[in-house]
């Protein structure tokens, strides 16, 4: 069976180069899918835009979510991924920069199952990114597929 993959979506550079390491350096070896703003997150997810025609509901395990996004924020596309049947269970972790109370709260509103402020220390990064894996890769017990 092969692995789940696991979709990025973040627009920082940096972060993806560091999310890249982190989940190298904690063994993870599903396959990452890394997109850079909400509109491609969205369309990576249904099939649509620039990923038409291909399988609209890839095999995931868990969807990190960045707040701060281009065109499309990461509250919307938390929203749009909780109000589609296809998508409604699929994990959604926020790992994000934002302390803010009311982008907790709000994530958390929208649906999120998780929410990461992402530490500057990239050993406290890769700590918590081996954890997510840990927990959403291999001990949680994924949903049954809805709307298909």
Do not use: C
């Not at 627009?11 to 899918?33: C, F, H, M, Q, Y």
């Not at 890394?34 to 835009?49: K, P, S």
């Amino acid at each position: 069976m092969k692995a789940k993959t696991i979709l990025l979506v973040e627009d920082n550079p940096s972060d993806i180069d560091l999310t890249k390491r982190a989940l190298s350096k904690g063994r993870i070896a599903n396959e990452l899918v890394v997109v850079e703003d909400g509109q491609e997150a969205l369309d990576y997810l249904f099939g649509t835009g620039d990923y038409a025609g291909r399988d609209a509901m890839p095999s995931l395990a868990v969807i990190l979510l960045d707040l701060k996004l281009p065109r499309i924020d990461g509250f919307e596309v938390l929203k749009r991924i909780r109000t589609d049947e296809r998508t409604k269970r699929l994990p959604v972790v926020i790992l994000t920069s934002s302390g803010e109370e009311q982008d907790v709260a709000r994530s958390y509103d929208h649906g999120a199952n998780s929410y990461i402020r992402k530490p500057v220390d990239f050993s406290q990064f890769a700590e918590a990114v081996d954890s997510l894996g840990l927990y959403w890769l291999i001990l949680n017990e994924a949903p049954p597929k809805t709307g298909l």
